[in-house]
């Protein structure tokens, strides 16, 4: 090394007197800087714990082939739709999704906001919230369908040297058509990744007061209707009747949410929407119980979804958009109080599960 290189060296390792950018133009030579002489912060440790919060997904675009992509991949799994694939799936792919693709898009369309998809952007905000509250645990989200994709997500928190992960899906009520595909994800992840789900948190007392305070706060603000339904996703009876505790689950988080609110058995209705099919879903139908309320005369009804932790197609366009529609078409005006969201009442109530989840480990 040359003598120039050698100063350069010995300022650049003098205590006494920081580097300057002078100092290296006369030294002529910053690649002859001995690069332990500089000293350098340590990278902070990676986290050990993360929380995955799960969604049920999303198409990439407003489009027909980013919907049909998309449907492809959520309608394929056995839990939707369990039919025999060699009778289910040229149905699907000949039929279904060239027809619904175009439909599906622009409704989508009808809904989309400027960073994307209503579902994605309000799941990417919660999980930026909780990690806000969770500075030294890793907090992501994932999609059961679409992208991240969840097993994805799982090989990333790997990588990054993650050893434990809270799985939360965003689905308050248990169903095996919904919570138990993402169990089989995790039951296939071969893995070194200890792995707790909870499976559901439709009676934890901090996300019911969340979603109660929700609809109290929007009634002090916007007036209280005439009566407030309860619309859940539904879901084919021969599933409930199969042993699936997820009507049990519906009925038991509008009670209680119905009993904060001090509500009288008159003033709610549970009722369950987005029926797929000819086959027999769960009753009451949302739609078909706005068309008895017009005729029984109710002209302003209040509609909250607690079945899903944040607004989608199915809570914006079905329900705000078009029972909406429908029910004004008869005289009456149905209100949307929307989902929690990335609301700090609910980034707090999950934030609060998944800590009591993680300290259980072992």
């Known amino acids: ?11 650049a390792a003098s205590p006494s007197r920081p580097l300057r950018v002078g100092d290296i133009a006369r030294g002529g030579f910053w690649h002859h800087i001995a690069m332990h002489d500089i000293t350098l912060p340590a990278a902070p440790p990676a986290p050990v714990q993360a929380v995955v919060i799960v969604n049920l997904g999303t198409p990439d675009a407003p489009t027909a082939p980013a919907v049909r992509r998309y449907l492809a991949e959520f309608l394929h799994d056995h839990r939707v739709v369990q039919l025999t694939r060699w009778l289910w799936c040229p149905l699907l792919h000949f039929v ?23 579902l994605a952007v309000h799941t990417r905000r919660l999980a930026m919230a909780m990690q806000a509250r969770l500075p030294q645990w890793r907090v992501v989200h994932a999609m059961r369908y679409g992208r ?22 965003l689905y308050p009520q248990y169903s095996t058509t919904t919570t138990a595909s993402i ?44 009566h407030l339904l309860f619309s859940f996703h539904g879901l084919p009876q021969r599933i409930a009747d199969g042993g699936d505790p997820y009507p049990k689950r519906c009925e ?32 009451p139908s949302t739609d078909r ?46 209100r ?27």
């Open 289 to 334: 119980m706005l068309d008895a309320m017009a005729e029984r005369g109710l002209r302003q009804v209040d509609v909250v979804c607690p079945g899903f932790a944040v607004d989608c197609l199915e809570t914006l366009e079905e329900v705000a958009m078009q029972f909406a529609e429908e029910f004004a078409e008869k005289g009456g005006e149905l």
């Open 183 to 226: 169990a089989d994800v995790l039951a296939a992840d071969q893995g070194a990744l200890a792995v707790r789900m909870i499976d559901d948190y439709s009676a934890d007392p901090r996300w019911l007061v969340a979603v109660a305070d929700s609809i109290r706060l929007w009634r002090e603000a916007h007036g209280s209707g005439e």
């Open 96 to 118: 279904i999704l060239p027809l619904r693709g175009p439909k599906a898009a622009a409704k989508y369309a009808s809904i989309w906001m400027p960073e994307g998809s209503p």
């Open 252 to 283: 038991a988080t509008a009670s209680e949410i119905a009993a904060a609110l001090g509500l009288g058995e008159d003033q709610w209705t549970l009722t369950y929407q987005s029926r797929f099919g000819r086959e027999k879903w769960l009753l």
């Open 336 to 362: 949307y109080i929307p989902c929690l969201n990335e609301s700090d009442a609910h980034a707090d109530a999950l934030v609060a599960l998944a800590q009591r989840y993680a300290d259980r480990r072992g």
């Open 1 to 11: 090394m040359s003598s120039a290189g050698i100063g350069a060296a010995r300022i």
């Open 148 to 169: 991240p994709a969840l097993q994805g997500v799982l090989d990333g928190l790997r990588a990054e040297g993650v050893r434990h992960a809270v799985v939360l899906p």
